[in-house]
């Protein structure tokens, strides 16, 4: 059941460090081959060959080639983003006051930052670990227990509370990790190296025990803190998801899920585009990064697929076209037309830019346009702006009612009130780079951006299936 595996991938992703390590051993056990950027792809990339690669652990692309495919053929491709809101260990994190020591955070996004107080948070990412010859290796960490807590004040000490929460995201979302007494009772950990001015001795030692490392071995690292308690089938018959980071490894998984799923039959044999699917990183800070949409990745990717995927020089085709080439036109050599390949794949191409959607909420109703409530479980959402903060188009709307028509996937709509403001997605700003006819979609979710979300069960399987059907083949309608 596809629910119940988006459980186990969530479960393993608590930061998008994780989220990518997870997606690559489901593109290792699919067969898929794992490059390098830096590496020389041409000579190296066959038709009907499987590859991904990574950039900074916290963004991964991968793109199956098809075996009819040609340079200037197009590509089929799915995007999403591996990052959510959360709050990240600083640089400096030690903070000492009241008997108690804590981990200084930083916000990370948009969340809903009044959603971490009381809950139980344990942390994961990546660290750099220095080996005895000197080098550094990168390693993930996850302490999966609840060692840190941002306590709410008593009620007794705040009676206006219920009238409004509020706080100082600086001075008070701040989490506990131990006392000074517990210190004197089970000795002062001291934790030598460069952190152990920086970070809390008992934060460094904990890190240091789940890698299986010495403490003054730690270097720097790139932490997040995030709920432990795991994501789960909801509601009375099960027919919800509750889960941390529905936004956006929902659709991430969606995403991965129906490029391993268009592979598993003979269709790619056939198949004269590429298929990819790309997860980046940053979205929710903007994705102005060297791994967010907002990088040259996905142009760069395209581009080197457009050169560098070898071509079969013997194939009667493309002696054809070598010959027709140099007879009519001796002027352009063959280097000289494979530049504008690229150029010409963009306008046989479509990006579908998958983020998750807003679902109708039953207790604030007036919050939603009257004829634009998307329902949990009711299909994947077309998510349109006329001010172009969604990528949509009516005529990639019509392609893709087409593709969910060969699937029997239900479609519904969202459109933002004319007085509420609009989020946005990696589709407008991708679209723009690239000349690239895009759409916007997304499963319907509540309390998006919550260290808590909600979805529903049904929907992951909508999104699954309407995406592998794009992979797999064009749209009558281009």
Same mark, same amino acid.
């Given at each position: ?12 992703? %608590? ?5 990518? @390590? ?16 830096? @590496? ?25 080639? +098809?075996?009819?495919?040609?340079? +200037? ?22 903070k000492e006051q009241g008997g108690y020591t804590q981990v200084g955070v930083e916000t990370y996004g948009g969340g809903l930052w ?7 948070? +344990? ?19 996850? &302490? ?10 008593? &009620? ?50 904990? &890190? ?15 932490l997040c803190l995030y709920d432990v308690q795991p994501s789960v089938f909801g509601g009375a018959q099960d027919e919800y998801i ?69 071509? @079969? ?48 909420? %039953? ?55 004319? @007085? ?14 690239? +000349? ?7 499963? %319907? ?34």
């Amino acid at each position: 059941m596809s629910a119940a595996d988006f459980l186990d991938f969530v479960n393993a992703s %608590p930061s998008p460090f994780h989220a990518v @390590d997870s997606v690559r051993s489901r593109l290792l056990a699919a067969g898929f081959e794992e490059i390098s950027e830096r @590496d020389n792809w041409a000579g190296f990339l066959r038709p009907a060959g499987k590859y991904f690669f990574t950039r900074n652990k916290s963004a991964i692309t991968a793109f199956a080639v +098809g075996g009819k495919y040609k340079s +200037g053929n197009g590509f089929a491709v799915v995007g999403a983003h591996t990052d959510s809101p959360c709050l990240k260990v600083k640089p400096h994190s030690k903070k000492e006051q009241g008997g108690y020591t804590q981990v200084g955070v930083e916000t990370y996004g948009g969340g809903l930052w009044h959603t971490w107080f009381d809950r139980d948070l +344990g942390i994961a990412g990546r660290v750099l670990v220095k080996n005895a010859d000197g080098s550094y290796e990168h390693r993930l960490t996850r &302490i999966n227990r609840p060692i840190l807590r941002i306590p709410t004040l008593a &009620i007794h000490l705040d009676r206006g509370v219920n009238d409004g929460f509020k706080f100082n995201k600086e001075d008070q979302l701040t989490p506990i990790i131990t006392s000074a007494a517990s210190k004197e009772l089970n000795g002062n950990v001291e934790a030598a190296g460069p952190n152990e001015s920086k970070h809390a001795p008992q934060l460094l030692q904990t &890190i240091a025990d789940d890698l299986g490392v010495e403490a003054s071995q730690i270097g720097d690292f790139e932490l997040c803190l995030y709920d432990v308690q795991p994501s789960v089938f909801g509601g009375a018959q099960d027919e919800y998801i509750f889960s941390a980071r529905l936004d956006n490894l929902m659709m991430s998984y969606c995403s991965v899920s129906a490029l391993l799923n268009s592979l598993k039959g003979s269709s790619l044999e056939s198949d004269p585009n590429i298929r990819v699917a790309v997860l980046f990183d940053n979205e929710e800070i903007g994705s102005v990064s060297a791994h967010g949409a907002g990088s040259n990745l996905l142009e760069v990717t395209l581009r080197r697929l457009s050169a560098e995927v070898e071509q @079969d020089a013997n194939s009667q085709d493309l002696r054809d076209w070598i010959v027709i080439t140099r007879a009519e036109l001796p002027d352009v050599s063959l280097t000289q037309s494979s530049q504008s390949s690229f150029e010409r794949a963009m306008t046989r191409s479509l990006l579908i830019s998958a983020d998750m959607a807003h679902a109708i909420h %039953p207790n604030y109703m007036e919050k939603h346009e009257r004829n634009h409530r998307p329902a949990m479980n009711k299909g994947v959402v077309i998510k349109q702006n006329a001010n172009q903060r969604y990528a949509t188009t009516a005529v990639t709307t019509t392609l893709v009612r087409e593709l969910a028509a060969k699937k029997g996937v239900p479609l519904q709509e969202f459109v933002v009130r004319n @007085d509420s403001p609009c989020g946005s997605t990696i589709g407008p700003m991708l679209s723009a780079q690239l +000349g690239l006819r895009t759409i916007d979609i997304g499963n %319907p979710q509540l309390s998006m951006h919550s260290i808590r979300e909600m979805c529903g069960a049904k929907d992951v399987e909508y999104a699954i299936h309407l995406l592998e059907v794009r992979l797999t083949g064009s749209s009558s309608a281009f």
